[in-house]
C-alpha cells in the first residue's frame, strides 16, 4: 500500500513532497544549476522568481484536486512566507485572490458531483489517481460485460480489445495493456457461460490482485482489472479506454486550507489588515464546511484509546484503497489546518480531533537512544502489522494487502514535521523534548554530513537521494527549538546550488525569526 501513495505523493513535487501538478508547481519548485556562489536568499530575488510564475488559473490548465493540493496551495504557502518575512500586505493580497479563486472550483461552488452522485465540499480528483471504469456494450451501447481498474494508479491509462472467434460463436478473447506499467495480458479462448471452465470471470478476475502491477506479458489472472457479466451474449469485437471516477478527495484539504487559514490567522492578529477581514472569513467558512463533510463521513476513532484517524475515503468510492486510514503526512495536513481553526473559532472539536492525530504518531514513535532522535514509519496499523485478506472485507478496490512497516522518507517527513511543531506549540502531544529529537533526526539521518544534499528515509539509510532535496526547507519549522536547524539547512541549500522560490522564500522567513 505504500507504493500507492509513493506514486500520488513521491511523484508531486509541491509544499511537502511533490511534483505531479505541473502548473504552478513545476515554476515554483523547479531546481534551476547556477553558478557558484550565484544564488541570492533575497527578498528581491524572491520577487524576480515570483514574478516567472504562470498567471494562469492551474485549474484551466489541469481540473484536478491534485493541481491545488501540490500546486496552488504550495504557491499560497510561499506567499505567506514571504509576508511573514517581510510584513508586506501585497502577498496576503494575491493569497485573497488566489484563494477566492480556488474556491471557485469547490465542487459544491461548481455543481460538480463525484463518483458517489454527491457534490461534496472538496475538489474532485479523477485523473491517474483513482479507480477507472468501463463496459463493453452490445450493439444497442448497453453494458455486457462491466469493467473495474485494480493496480493502485495509472488506471486511465489500461485498455481492453475484444476480440471475437472467428470459427467458434460462443469464443472471444480479451487483449489488454497498460503503456505505465508496461504490461501486457492476453486470455483466449473465454465464455460468457458461468458453467464453463474458461467463463471470464473465472479465468480474469483474481481474488488475491495485488495492489501494484508488474510489467511483462501475462496469460493468467489480470493485475489489471476485474470483470462482472451482466449479459449472456458476447458482445461485438471492440476496444475500450477506462474512464476514472471522480472523487471529492477529502485526504487534500488539510493540504489546500493550511495557507489560507495562515493568512486568516493574520488578518485576525493584526488590525491593520482590517482590509483583508471579509476574504479570512470566507476561507474560514469555507474550512468549515469542507470539515464539517470530513467529519461527518470520514473520521474514525482509532485504532487505540485516545487516537483518530480519516479514511481516505468511504468504503466502494474510488480512492484505490478506499475504507482505509489516511497516512500520517496527510493526518499531519489535517492537525495543522484544524489548530488553526480552533484558533480562529475557538471550537474544541478541532483541537480535540488534532490531538487525537498527534498521539497516533507519538504512540508509533521509535527512539534511538544513542543519537536521542524519533524514527517513525509511513503508515499505521493494519497496513504496518497484518494487512489483510478478502475475507476481512476491508477495502472493495483492494482485496489483499500485506502488512509492512515501511519506514517514513524525508519527503512525506515534512508533513509529518508540521503536525508535531503545530501541536508542540498548541501544548498537546509533543513536548519540547520530543521536536528537539525531531530536529536531531534531520541533523542526524536526513541531512547528509558534508551538507550537501540528503537521504531518502528518516532511519539515515542509504545515500543521497536527490529527488527530495526540494523539500528540504519544510523541516526549517523545527528551527524554533533548535536554531541549528535553520543553518545547517540555508549551508545545505548553498552547497547545492540549485535555486528555488520556496526555499527562498523559507529561508528569508526563517532569518527574521532566529535574528
Excluded at 467529519?295 to 487505540?304: S, T, V
Excluded at 492525530?357 to 524514527?375: A, F, I, P, Q, T
Aim: hydrophobic share 40%; glycine share 6%; with cysteine.
Amino acid at each position: 500500500m505504500k507504493h500507492f501513495l509513493l506514486v500520488i505523493l513521491l511523484s508531486l513535487n509541491g509544499f511537502a513532497i511533490l511534483q505531479a501538478s505541473k502548473t504552478h508547481d513545476i515554476a515554483l519548485r523547479k531546481n534551476q544549476k547556477f553558478p557558484a556562489d550565484s544564488i541570492k536568499i533575497t527578498r528581491v530575488r524572491a520577487d524576480q522568481l515570483l514574478a516567472k510564475l504562470p498567471s494562469t488559473d492551474p485549474w484551466d490548465l489541469r481540473p484536478d484536486g491534485s493541481a491545488l493540493a501540490w500546486g496552488e496551495a504550495a504557491t499560497m504557502e510561499t506567499l505567506a512566507d514571504l509576508y511573514e518575512a517581510t510584513g508586506d500586505i501585497t502577498y496576503l493580497k494575491q493569497i485573497a485572490f488566489r484563494g477566492d479563486r480556488l474556491l471557485t472550483h469547490r465542487d459544491d461552488h461548481s455543481r460538480v458531483k463525484d463518483g458517489s452522485g454527491h457534490s461534496r465540499p472538496a475538489w474532485s480528483m479523477g485523473l491517474k489517481y483513482v479507480v477507472a471504469s468501463g463496459a463493453l456494450l452490445d450493439k444497442a451501447d448497453k453494458p455486457v460485460i462491466s469493467i473495474r481498474s485494480t493496480p493502485s494508479s495509472n488506471n486511465n491509462l489500461t485498455i481492453i480489445e475484444l476480440i471475437r472467434s472467428s470459427d467458434r460463436p460462443d469464443r472471444f478473447s480479451l487483449k489488454l495493456s497498460n503503456s505505465f506499467f508496461k504490461r501486457d495480458e492476453f486470455f483466449a479462448d473465454l465464455s460468457m457461460n458461468p458453467a464453463d471452465e474458461r467463463f471470464i470471470e473465472k479465468i480474469v478476475n483474481d481474488p488475491l490482485s495485488p495492489y501494484s502491477s508488474k510489467a511483462g506479458s501475462y496469460t493468467d489472472k489480470s493485475n489489471l482489472i476485474r470483470v462482472k457479466v451482466e449479459m449472456k451474449e458476447i458482445p461485438p469485437s471492440q476496444n475500450v479506454s477506462l474512464t476514472p471516477i471522480p472523487l471529492a478527495y477529502m485526504g487534500y484539504i488539510g493540504i489546500v486550507y493550511h495557507p489560507m487559514l495562515r493568512m486568516a490567522e493574520f488578518v485576525k492578529s493584526d488590525p491593520k489588515l482590517l482590509e483583508l477581514k471579509p476574504v479570512a472569513e470566507r476561507f474560514i467558512k469555507a474550512a468549515e464546511e469542507s470539515y464539517a463533510d470530513a467529519n461527518r463521513r470520514l473520521w474514525r476513532e482509532g485504532p487505540n484509546a485516545g487516537e483518530g484517524y480519516y479514511l481516505t475515503c468511504e468504503k466502494g468510492e474510488s480512492f484505490p484503497a478506499d475504507n482505509v486510514g489516511q497516512p500520517i503526512n496527510f493526518l499531519g495536513m489535517h492537525t495543522s489546518s484544524q489548530l488553526a481553526l480552533y484558533r480562529l473559532t475557538g471550537k474544541k472539536d478541532y483541537r480535540d480531533r488534532s490531538e487525537k492525530m498527534s498521539l497516533l504518531l507519538k504512540n508509533r514513535l521509535k527512539y534511538d537512544k544513542g543519537s536521542d532522535l524519533y524514527v517513525w514509519t509511513y503508515w499505521y496499523e493494519p497496513m504496518t502489522t497484518i494487512g489483510w485478506t478478502p475475507a476481512d472485507k476491508l477495502s472493495s478496490n483492494v482485496m489483499v494487502y500485506k502488512g509492512s512497516p515501511n519506514i517514513e522518507d524525508s519527503s512525506h517527513g515534512v508533513l509529518d514535521i508540521a503536525m508535531v511543531v503545530a501541536a508542540n506549540r498548541e501544548g498537546i502531544i509533543f513536548t519540547k523534548q520530543d521536536v528537539q529529537r525531531f530536529a536531531n533526526t534531520l541533523l542526524h539521518n536526513v541531512i547528509l554530513p558534508e551538507r550537501n544534499g540528503i537521504r531518502r528515509a528518516v532511519d539515515g539509510v542509504g545515500g543521497e537521494h536527490p529527488a527530495y532535496f526540494p523539500i528540504l526547507h519544510g523541516w526549517l519549522e523545527l528551527a524554533a527549538t533548535n536554531p541549528e536547524v535553520y543553518h545547517a539547512i540555508r549551508k545545505t541549500y548553498l552547497n547545492k546550488n540549485e535555486e528555488n522560490l520556496a526555499f527562498t522564500a523559507e529561508l528569508l522567513r526563517w532569518e527574521k525569526k532566529i535574528k
